[in-house]
């Protein structure tokens, strides 16, 4: 009943891959039953009212609800995508057609017409619609008005040639069981794609549907029937009682899974020991407010925090993930170094997601720079998603469109109006950071995944599989080369800015990117770096500054710092 409220929520940011979840087709079945709760209290609320001012009531709540489907794809994708308030248009559209005529008197020709034209939509969007498209919004109006046009011109007493070929007992068998194949689908390719990884050969795909359809036939057959047939002649008691201890039985395994932690003993000692790799980021995070309290994590080697730093991390997620990499090299190198980073956010002055409707990220964004500007750091770090910020990530998800960034005088995307937006928001950061004295390294993106080593890799070494490669330098360079233009440009205006960049580090003799090793995956999801992936791909990039850096405030503690020695 709630399915959809709790995956509005939980396909987060960092949630994996909405095809490997097994139960998120529930979520469609929640917003159908939603509205069968309340409909029929509208009709019975509106019934005084007419039947004519019953539909235009209906028409206006349809409308209200399509216009809110628009306006949140813009400010909550996901939200939009699961909650009943913005898909209840779709479902008043059947609705609606109840307080239609039927076509009895319409000629054949435009029957016909009408008929192909709305089986033509729904093919076509089942065809061409693709995972990265804004969905529903706009979009959802193509195949919606396709099935209202099925319905209206095949719903007559006199036939088209669309309503006789759905009437044949094939599509009518299928019809029939359509709920059970619902109910097994998901489940069935999520499982699939568990076991082969995220991109389903044409082969699997068909065993997929075939195992689907076997399940689903023999649930209806041997579940659905019997219980439709026998229901009346049940005892309601023993109806509930059934429904209740199976509600029981089920509640006790899921509680088990969650109080281990997902039973880790089925897997053996190498796989467990894979998990801790991607996890323990969270003490680098600063607030907005222990920005305003001059408290963000520090490491504290060679001086108290109130002398000027060595190295400020700025940064978002993918500065996160780099983070205890710095921390150890801050150590070894006796670096004073700061961390200011937050996962969601741009660490840009000025600018906001799309989505963020309160605009926290532009107010965590101007604080962060604030205290860097304010500390002095001598080096600065700034590491983020860069291309997400343009161009929205890659990955076909839900909250795709989440991390297009927006600003003062463009505070909503159309086209490509986050270009500039980033690359404003990047020139004032770097100028403020300039401004102060701070050497700037801003660091490139590692290689964006299409499918996520985090599972593939533990999959591999699983089953016994080679360990996968990534995607290739082509891929990669053509992926980042808007960010990376910006970047190289800024660096070549300025002696105080250079440029940091791991991906000579991160690809194999075959140009391919190296993804993980038998000791685990090198990235915590499709795009961010695990801790193990920051030793591999990250260091080798690392290690020069840092070794620069040491020189410099050696040669400073002995008044020997010439300006040329360390020029690059």
Request: aromatic content about 10%.
């Amino acid at each position: 009943m709630l399915a959809n409220v709790y995956f509005s929520y939980s396909l987060d940011y960092f949630a994996g891959p909405a095809e490997t979840q097994p139960p998120l087709h529930m979520w469609s079945l929640a917003v159908e039953e939603q509205f069968y709760l309340f409909y029929p209290l509208l009709l019975v609320a509106f019934r005084p009212l007419g039947r004519r001012t019953t539909f235009v009531l209906l028409a206006l709540l349809a409308l209200a609800s399509f216009a809110l489907s628009v306006w949140g794809m813009t400010k909550s994708p996901t939200l939009t995508f699961f909650l009943l308030p913005t898909r209840m248009w779709e479902l008043l559209a059947g609705g609606l057609l109840a307080f239609t005529p039927l076509p009895q008197r319409w000629p054949s020709v435009v029957r016909e017409m009408l008929a192909w034209t709305g089986m033509v939509a729904i093919l076509g969007s089942g065809w061409f619609y693709h995972p990265s498209m804004v969905f529903p919004g706009t979009a959802a109006l193509v195949p919606v008005l396709g099935a209202v046009l099925v319905i209206l011109a095949c719903g007559s007493q006199r036939p088209t040639s669309l309503s006789q070929t759905l009437s044949h007992r094939s599509f009518v068998f299928v019809g029939l069981t359509s709920y059970s194949l619902y109910l097994w689908h998901w489940p069935i390719l999520a499982f699939m794609h568990y076991l082969v990884g995220a991109e389903l050969t044409w082969f699997q795909t068909l065993l997929a549907v075939a195992g689907s359809f076997a399940a689903g036939v023999l649930s209806w057959r041997f579940v659905e029937t019997p219980f439709r047939r026998n229901f009346t002649q049940t005892h309601v008691s023993k109806t509930a009682g059934t429904a209740l201890a199976a509600s029981l039985v089920m509640g006790c395994l899921a509680l088990v899974v969650v109080q281990t932690q997902g039973l880790p003993q089925r897997l053996p000692p190498q796989i467990r020991e894979m998990i801790p790799l991607v996890m323990g980021f969270e003490k680098y995070i600063a607030e907005t407010e222990q920005l305003k309290q001059n408290q963000p994590y520090l490491v504290e080697t060679a001086a108290p925090r109130n002398d000027r730093c060595d190295l400020i991390l700025l940064g978002d997620s993918h500065g996160m993930m780099v983070a205890p990499l710095l921390e150890q090299l801050s150590q070894q190198y006796q670096l004073n170094t700061e961390f200011v980073v937050k996962a969601g956010v741009a660490p840009l002055q000025g600018v906001w997601k799309a989505v963020d409707s309160g605009r926290e990220g532009l107010a965590w964004g101007n604080a962060a720079l604030d205290y860097v500007v304010s500390r002095k750091p001598k080096n600065v770090i700034l590491a983020g998603r860069w291309s997400a910020y343009i161009d929205g990530p890659p990955e076909a998800t839900l909250a795709r469109y989440q991390h297009i960034l927006v600003d003062e005088a463009n505070p909503t995307v159309q086209g490509k109006s986050a270009l500039p937006v980033f690359e404003a928001a990047m020139i004032r950061t770097v100028a403020a950071l300039e401004n102060a004295g701070c050497q700037v390294w801003i660091m490139k993106q590692p290689p964006e995944q299409k499918l996520n080593p985090h599972v593939e890799i533990p999959r591999a070494c699983f089953i016994g599989y080679p360990i996968p490669s990534g995607v290739s330098w082509a891929e990669h360079q053509q992926r980042q080369a808007t960010a990376n233009n910006i970047i190289d440009r800024l660096a070549a205006a300025s002696s105080q800015i250079q440029v940091l960049d791991p991906a000579g580090h991160c690809f194999d003799a075959a140009n391919r990117s190296i993804i993980g090793s038998p000791e685990g995956s090198f990235y915590r999801d499709g795009n961010h770096i695990s801790r193990l992936g920051a030793q591999n791909l990250i260091r080798p990039a690392m290690l020069p500054i840092f070794e620069q850096m040491q020189s410099i405030r050696l040669a400073e503690k002995q008044d020997l710092r010439p300006a040329a020695q360390f020029a690059r």
